[in-house]
């Protein structure tokens, strides 16, 4: 289990060091929501349950920031809003 956190949070920090430098706020590329934020928005969704079956967390750290910040403003789009159910 160690060694598959350890990839995730590779994972990451692989993405969210690629989304700073394509744009250092917003949506994946940038500020106009893209396919990209399509395709990555379900995969994000789900993290709560690593959370609530395994204790996993995002880290609370700079090299996370910028995927933080993703997911906020997907969050923030009503069409996003008007998909989501509670799991």
Do not use: C
Request: no cysteine; charged share 20%; glycine share 6%.
């Amino acid at each position: 289990q160690q060694s598959a956190l350890d990839s995730m949070l590779a994972g990451m920090r692989e993405a969210n060091a690629m989304m700073a430098r394509q744009s250092p706020s917003g949506f994946f590329l940038g500020e106009q929501y893209s396919v990209a934020d399509l395709s990555l928005a379900p995969w994000w969704q789900r993290l709560p349950l690593l959370q609530h079956y395994r204790g996993f967390q995002v880290p609370d750290e700079d090299e996370y920031a910028r995927l933080k910040g993703w997911w906020e403003a997907v969050q923030s789009r009503p069409s996003y809003q008007r998909t989501m159910v509670d799991i």
